[in-house]
């Protein structure tokens, strides 16, 4: 079983479209982050919520988190071709030193 | 705003060779983490590490794999010797606490 799986693996949307992803995961979690990747480059931290918290915003971005059914979305309102690019949930687990577990990942294409 | 910054940004190594990768966390920050990301795949946890030990490690993490803090500042994570399969982008990451991840822009190594 995996932890942070993501869906789906791949949106194609049209510029000022909305984009919505979606995360799984299957243990008890400190937080959960967002993070975003444009084609072999590095990882760009977007938003962490911790798992005492609903919903967080920040910007055009606005994420959930469901403790109940251990799952989050990420929300990228009037998107923008700039917003292509990969978007991974992670997972910091209770206790531990706060390793994080990665979903597969989302690939978004926005087209103008 | 500070960098966590890696080196080299590419590396191509012979099969067998010995590599050690570079990492300058950020000043502050007291966990330290090495991530790993085969192309196409998500991103793997390797190893934590806080006040100047390993705090977890995962099963990638064998004994080809070392890391070390040799002065206050750089962070190095040692392949002894490498094989095909450790070819993948490897991204170091430190935190001041729990929450707070800043990942490096990443070393692409190639083993050939």
């Known amino acids: 079983s995996q932890q942070g799986e993501e869906d789906p693996q791949a949106l194609s949307i049209q510029e000022g479209e909305n984009a919505t992803m979606n995360c799984s995961y299957k243990?008890?979690?400190?937080?959960l982050q967002w993070y975003r990747q444009n084609s072999g480059r590095g990882l760009v931290h977007l938003i962490l919520?911790?798992?005492?918290?609903r919903e967080k915003h920040s910007g055009r971005l606005r994420v959930t988190l469901d403790t109940s059914k251990k799952s989050s979305s990420l929300l990228i309102t009037a998107s923008r071709a700039a917003d292509t690019a990969s978007y991974f949930c992670?997972?910091?687990?209770?206790?531990?030193?706060?390793?994080?577990?990665f979903g597969a990942g989302t690939r978004l294409a926005v087209h103008p | 705003e500070p960098e966590v910054t890696q080196t080299p940004s590419h590396q191509v190594t012979q099969m067998g060779q010995e590599v050690i990768l570079r990492c300058v966390p950020i000043?502050?920050?007291?966990?330290f983490y090495w991530y790993r990301q085969i192309l196409g795949q998500k991103v793997e946890f390797l190893v934590s590490?806080?006040?100047?030990?390993?705090?977890?490690k995962s099963e990638i993490f064998d004994d080809q794999f070392s890391v070390e803090r040799p002065d206050g500042s750089n962070f190095t994570l040692k392949i002894r010797s490498t094989k095909l399969e450790d070819s993948a982008m490897y991204f170091c990451?430190?935190?001041?606490?729990?929450?707070?991840?800043?990942f490096g822009s990443g070393t692409r190594l190639t083993v050939v």
């Open positions: 990451a430190s935190t001041p606490s729990v929450v707070g991840y800043t």
């Open positions: 243990t008890s979690i400190n937080n």
């Open positions: 919520i911790r798992s005492n918290e």
């Open positions: 992670a997972t910091a687990l209770s206790g531990g030193y706060n390793k994080l577990i």
């Open positions: 000043s502050n920050h007291l966990y």
């Open positions: 590490f806080y006040n100047n030990e390993i705090s977890e």
